[in-house]
């Protein structure tokens, strides 16, 4: 694997790819840093919430990961049919 040289934010990720930032956020919590996705800090503060972050490997990953969960997600939400006899 090669050295990451850039990352990029949910946010810069999201207009790239025309999606909700929320649905990455959703999405990144089954990824590891393995899959591309990365926490970053931005100040020392303890409470405050890291950034969510993507490598160039994770960008590639996601529309594969975005696909899956909005088939996954359209399955789930459908109304069961009625079976007439």
Known sequence: ????????????????????EDLLHEIAEGMTPEDGRIYVFNSNREDEEPIL????????????LIAIHKEN?????????????
């Open 1 to 20: 694997m090669a050295a990451i040289s850039y990352i990029f934010t949910a946010a810069y990720v999201a207009a790239k790819l025309a999606e909700d």
């Open 53 to 64: 972050a993507f490598t160039e490997f994770g960008i590639e990953n996601l529309p594969y």
């Open 73 to 85: 997600h359209a399955l789930n939400t459908k109304t069961p049919g009625r079976n007439t006899v």
